[in-house]
């Protein structure tokens, strides 16, 4: 439970209660008495300014301080106190009301009547603030954290979805090397290597635009296409090879004369 003070303003007369928990109730003295009589704001002022100094004294910090003030009360609080009410940790409660709502006579409650019923209503009701409060703070949190995960689970989708697509865009490249590249190691590669073949074999589904029959390529084209090769990023050598070393078709591919050497340096690793 909450501690707490009240401070009862009813009728001219001012009295407070400090609540530890609900076996720790203390009346508190303002200027040495149990009440205080208060006709003016004036003494309503001096009399809140004694009750302070004592529990800042005692190290009494408060979660909140409820006040009791019936009509006259509330012009003595307004005329005396008029910043009272910035108070974050104040409440503000009509002794009409609560009187009401508590079954009592509207005059000031005797000492039994704040310990047995209103003090316990007042700290049942702080008690039911305070779950209200943690329950919105969990739905907050619980908000914040679905927020967080929608926005983690479109952050994945957003990269498996650019992984994707950079997965395509390589085999397209290395669709693109394998037709750049095989006729320069194999000769009639194509004809032995059919184009729907090698488009499933590569990850693709459409089959590769490859002209049947394939033309084997001029002396010229073929030197450059050689010298290309071989200024390939080593990896990108490899991985070609690795690829052919997978089809069922390897055996019937013979390795050009002039690419055996690094083709064979190749496969050592």
């Known amino acids: 439970m909450n501690s707490f003070v009240v401070i009862l303003c009813v009728q001219n007369q001012l009295s407070a209660w400090k609540v530890h928990s609900a076996s720790a109730v203390t009346r ?18 001096e009399g809140y300014a004694d009750l302070d100094e004592r529990l ?30 910035s108070i974050a940790a104040l409440q503000l409660i009509s002794w009409e009301w609560l009187s ?18 209103i003090l316990p209503w007042l700290s049942a009701n702080d008690e039911t603030a305070e779950r209200e409060q943690m329950q919105e703070a969990l739905a907050m949190e619980h908000r914040s954290e679905a927020e967080r995960l929608t926005v983690e689970r479109q952050k994945l989708l957003q990269e498996n979805e650019r992984l994707r697509a950079q997965n395509t865009a390589l085999q397209q490249v290395d669709a693109e090397n394998l037709l750049r590249f095989l006729p320069a190691l194999y000769p009639r590669v194509f004809t032995i290597l059919g184009a729907a073949d090698l488009a ?21 084209t073929l030197r450059a296409l050689q010298r290309d090769f071989r200024d390939l990023p080593r990896p990108i050598q490899q991985q070609i090879l690795a ?21 064979y340096e190749l496969e050592r690793g």
């Open 243 to 263: 690829f052919i070393r997978r089809l069922p078709h390897q055996p019937n591919l013979q390795v050009r004369t002039e690419m055996r050497e690094l083709v």
């Open 200 to 220: 499933l074999l590569s990850g693709r589904i459409e089959p590769l635009a490859i002209p049947n029959p394939y033309p084997e390529p001029s002396e010229e």
């Open 28 to 45: 508190l003295k303002i200027h040495g008495q149990g009440t205080l009589p208060v006709s003016s704001s004036k003494a309503l002022r």
């Open 56 to 85: 800042r004294g005692e190290g009494f910090h408060p979660d909140v301080i409820h006040w009791l003030v019936d009509q006259s009360g509330r012009k003595l609080l307004a005329e005396g106190l008029p910043h009272v009410d």
């Open 100 to 117: 009401n709502r508590l079954g009592l006579a509207n005059s000031a409650p005797m000492d039994d009547d704040m310990k047995s019923l």
